[in-house]
């Protein structure tokens, strides 16, 4: 059940997995909201923990470090600098960003796997899993290739075949074969300790089903189609040599699960917090975070984390006892990019590194944007478009207009000094209850984990400014009544001031400009609503733009970034040619193909893609034309060795006789290359 008021709060973000860097979709999905959640509760006074670091176990990690020829810790390595520095200059302001390589960490999940153990948590099977004897391991699915037993693609994964889609078992692949050593597998037995949780399913029921039903929509649906469809056993260890070793007997060359020590890296991160941030520390202080009742447990993560955050971790910590459990789980759906699935591998994505490198300083706008737009209920979209357009219309029409006016005015008719506040009228009023009310409008939104809305009221707030200046006309009623101006500016002065507070949560850089701007420190939530943030008399600083208009061109340049990658995929994705009819020997016989050499080439006037070119063909010397120029210059290839089809009937090609056929081989992305010998052949060497 929901706390009314909770001592303290850990907020845990998903750990990236460190495969690879951060894109948009992760940042809409988990990091952007969790943020604002933690910088509100802290501008509340909160007492906060928000932690979070890079998930570095697992199969993935073990098949990239492979395929790029370096050690799995180099490439954690690698990826765990980039995310931390990226999340670190977008403002993510995580009070901990750990990894789960670490010391305290290895200690933490393996602790915690021995208590269980010794507790009889688990139970012990025994399977047959794919084993490769010249490589002496057993194989994780993904280190399995073979034939697919659905749609025949010869290269199908041991859980998955890429080309129909299908979930395969190991078991189901046609000629299994290794990755390690290409070598076919065998079946050989293998222990494993398990988390029975079928016996959790009467609790789950109650704490969930029962106990939580303010969870969101999509979040308690899932958790009720997994409980209902009847819970198995989970195996909580993997035959890997990445990872942590299980700690108990018996156990030689097996590590944990990786979303057995994953969940566990927010507990130890929070270890680590304490240890490395706060000077003195006891080492147990950790302990109030996850130990005390009168703590909020809050997880941040996208909707394919929902079954390990909100079924496997809680029945962990339960089963460990001791542990407090989430009191809620606010996953967000996917968010996709330009009408298609990010995709990490088909590097379908926006990525923050670039994005940080391709607008500098505009860290705000992606954040707004993620958040207007954040799939709360259901996927959503980005398009640069719809980045342009929030940023021109809204960003800059709305909440940057509205202060820039306020500010500017200021300086002109008062000199930067706050206006004293005289005779109100009911439209002063209205705005004096704006002011009044939208912080609190705005704070319950996010407390209800509803951002998007809580967002949209932070721009009706801004607005309401806007309308203001714009019934009152400041700039019309300076000439008659200067009073009147004063008291206009000094509301808009509050407002702007309120605003600073209300928005820091959402865009803490251009909060600290505007703070900047009106030289105050930063209030904290608690001031929001009041109307004498700013003394009267009080001197403002030097105004700037908050924000700019972002221009087609910029965009445009993003979307070509997108096309070319898709014409990349594509590519990359060519099919092979299927398979011609069967042919006989001496139909193949038939062909005299013979080794030429190209003696002169020369363009063929007013077309595009075809060559003359004269050949030595040891028997005669003789013109072919080919339809290579968009491929090779002429003086390319003069002297060049080729392979002609040389008893092809003569045809007539623009004119000129083409006695034969060179031949090329095309590749995936339609470039050609020349069949040649490897070595110099005599001129009419047969070719068989
Ligand atoms: N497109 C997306 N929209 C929303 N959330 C996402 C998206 N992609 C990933 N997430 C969430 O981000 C968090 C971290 O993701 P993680 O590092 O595990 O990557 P992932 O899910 O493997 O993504 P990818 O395959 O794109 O690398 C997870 O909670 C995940 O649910
Ligand atoms: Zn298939």
Not at 1 to 7: E, V
Not at 490 to 504: F, G, K, P, R, Y
Request: hydrophobic share 40%; net charge negative.
């Amino acid at each position: 059940m929901t706390q009314k008021s909770p001592k303290r709060y850990t907020i845990t973000a998903a750990l990236p997995y460190a495969n690879g860097p951060v894109h948009i979709g992760h940042l809409a999905g988990v990091y952007v909201p969790a943020d604002i959640y933690a910088r509100y509760l802290r501008s509340q006074g909160r007492d906060v923990l928000f932690v979070c670091g890079s998930d570095e176990h697992g199969v993935p990690i073990t098949i990239r470090a492979q395929k790029e020829g370096i050690t799995p810790q180099q490439a954690v390595d690698k990826y765990h600098q980039m995310i931390k520095e990226s999340f670190s200059e977008f403002g993510v302001a995580f009070d901990m960003y750990a990894r789960t390589s670490n010391a305290t960490h290895h200690q933490t999940a393996s602790d915690f796997f021995k208590q269980m153990y010794e507790q009889g948590n688990f139970t012990e099977q025994v399977s047959e899993q794919y084993y490769d004897q010249k490589a002496g391991q057993f194989l994780a699915d993904r280190y399995i290739q073979g034939t697919c037993p659905v749609c025949s693609n010869p290269n199908a994964y041991g859980d998955q075949c890429e080309n129909c889609g299908s979930t395969l078992s190991p078991s189901e692949l046609i000629n299994p074969v290794s990755m390690l050593s290409g070598e076919k597998p065998v079946l050989k037995e293998t222990k494993h300790w398990y988390l029975p949780l079928n016996q959790y399913e009467t609790w789950l029921r109650e704490w969930i089903l029962q106990g939580h039903t303010e969870w969101k929509p999509n979040v308690y649906g899932q958790c009720k189609s997994w409980i209902e469809g009847g819970l198995q056993p989970r195996p909580m260890t993997r035959d890997l040599d990445w990872g942590i070793p299980v700690p108990v007997p018996g156990a030689e060359g097996k590590v944990l699960y990786v979303w057995f020590d994953a969940p566990i890296g927010y507990i130890s991160s929070t270890k680590d917090y304490f240890k490395e941030k706060v000077a003195n520390s006891t080492g147990e202080e950790w302990k109030l975070y996850w130990q005390s009742e009168d703590t909020r447990l809050i997880h941040f993560i996208g909707k394919d984390n929902i079954v390990f955050h909100c079924i496997i971790f809680p029945v962990i910590l339960k089963a460990h006892g001791g542990y407090i459990l989430p009191d809620n789980v606010p996953a967000n759906e996917f968010l996709n990019l330009e009408g298609n699935k990010i995709s990490t591998s088909r590097n379908w994505a926006v990525w923050l590194h670039e994005y940080l490198q391709d607008f500098p300083g505009k860290q705000d706008v992606l954040r707004y944007v993620l958040c207007a737009n954040a799939p709360e209920a259901k996927d959503n979209d980005f398009t640069w478009k719809d980045y342009q357009n929030r940023n021109n219309n809204e960003l800059v029409a709305n909440l940057g207009n509205f202060v820039n006016r306020t500010l500017v005015l200021t300086n002109k008719y008062f000199r930067s000094k706050v206006p004293p506040c005289n005779q109100l009228f009911d439209l002063d009023k209205e705005i004096i209850a704006g002011i009044q009310e939208f912080p609190g409008k705005i704070a319950a939104s996010i407390e209800a984990f509803r951002f998007r809305e809580a967002l949209a009221h932070l721009m009706d707030f801004s607005r309401l400014g806007n309308k203001y200046l714009g019934d009152t006309e400041p700039w019309k009623v300076i000439k008659e009544n200067e009073a009147r101006v004063q008291t206009i500016l000094h509301i808009s002065l509050q407002l702007t001031a309120n605003l600073a507070i209300v928005m820091e949560p959402f865009l803490p850089f251009s909060a600290a400009k505007l703070n900047q701007m009106l030289g105050i420190q930063p209030f904290n939530w608690s001031s929001a609503g009041k109307l004498d943030l700013l003394p009267i008399g009080h001197s403002l600083k030097e105004a700037y733009l908050l924000f700019d208009k972002i221009e087609d061109a910029v965009v445009e340049a993003q979307v070509q970034k997108l096309l070319d990658t898709k014409k990349a995929n594509e590519a990359a994705n060519r099919k092979v040619p299927p398979a011609k009819a069967e042919v006989s020997f001496d139909d193949f016989t038939k062909m005299d193909i013979r080794v030429a050499t190209i003696l002169a080439a020369e363009a063929v006037p007013k077309t595009k893609k075809l060559l003359k070119l004269t050949l030595d063909t040891g028997l005669d010397k003789r013109t072919v034309v080919s339809g290579i120029a968009e491929h090779f210059k002429p003086e390319e290839i003069i002297g060049r060795q080729v392979c002609l089809l040389a008893n092809l009937a003569p045809r007539d090609i623009k004119g000129i006789q083409s006695q034969g056929m060179i031949l090329m081989a095309e590749d995936r992305d339609g470039s050609l290359s020349f069949i040649n010998p490897e070595k110099v052949i005599i001129n009419g060497g047969t070719v068989s």
